[in-house]
């Protein structure tokens, strides 16, 4: 069975560092595209960061030089390291796997239950 | 940077009637790569369409994607208890990054 479980968040200080964890089951992270993916609280979907099965990775603008995604393939999971944390950084941190790692398979086929991340002083 | 505008913000209906949701595109999106996602209170989003039109596994038949390069809509031709969620669309085409609508709420009337 596919699944990712998330791990690694809670509160930080603004301006503070965090790491989050994605532990696959089932399936190979570097056989995937692996997405992290946000939700403020009361607020829509964001993409925030991926890394194609072949290595390259994507960041939204507004993480952009601040958040770094990689992966480990022995442990067989995917991070997601954030520094200079701000408020507006505040959300439940989904990570999301791709069906497969061809063009046409790069939909969120498993999502993880999330870890809340909250940025205050 | 594709922007996906998803209309109605709310839609109040009761069980057994038809609801249409709208998902808009800024561009056109890259050979129909569209998903769709359903979200409960509490809970991870679960994929329910992809490519525009194709139902993952263990989706009921009532829900029906359609539509291509700028305008695509998820149909639930009849709704059950089951169904009053929130939903988003999705791109996943071409180069990050991989733009969400605003989501369209669909609450019991």
Redesign the interface.
Request: hydrophobic share 25%.
């Given at each position: 069975e596919v699944q990712v479980v998330e791990t690694g968040g809670g509160l930080i200080q603004p301006g503070g560092s965090l790491r989050l964890s994605c532990v696959a089951s089932g399936f190979i992270v570097n056989r995937k595209y692996m997405n992290w993916v946000r939700q403020a609280p009361g607020k829509g979907l964001e993409w925030v960061s991926n890394i194609y099965a072949g290595g390259d990775t994507y960041y939204a603008d507004s993480v952009k030089g601040r958040f770094t995604i990689s992966r480990d393939t022995s442990r067989n999971t995917l991070y997601l390291q954030m520094n200079s944390l701000r408020a507006e950084d505040t959300a439940i941190y989904y990570c999301a796997s791709s069906r497969g790692e061809t063009y046409d398979e790069r939909f969120f086929d498993s999502w993880g239950q999330g870890t809340l991340v909250t940025v205050s002083s | 940077?594709i922007v996906l505008t998803q209309s109605p913000g709310t839609l109040s209906l009761t069980p057994g009637e038809r609801a249409t949701l709208s998902c808009r595109a800024s561009q056109s999106v890259t050979?129909r790569?569209l998903?769709w996602?359903q979200?409960k209170p509490g809970?991870?989003?679960?994929?329910l369409i992809?490519?525009a039109s194709s139902r993952?596994t263990g989706i009921p038949d009532r829900f029906t994607g359609s539509g291509s390069g700028t305008d695509f809509t998820l149909t639930i031709s009849r709704l059950e208890p089951e169904d009053f969620a929130v939903y988003?669309c999705?791109q996943?085409g071409g180069?990050?990054?991989?733009?969400?609508?605003?989501?369209t709420k669909v609450e019991i009337k």
């Open positions: - | 940077e050979s790569s998903a996602y979200q809970q991870a989003p679960r994929l992809y490519a993952t988003y999705q996943y180069t990050p990054p991989w733009t969400f609508g605003q989501g």
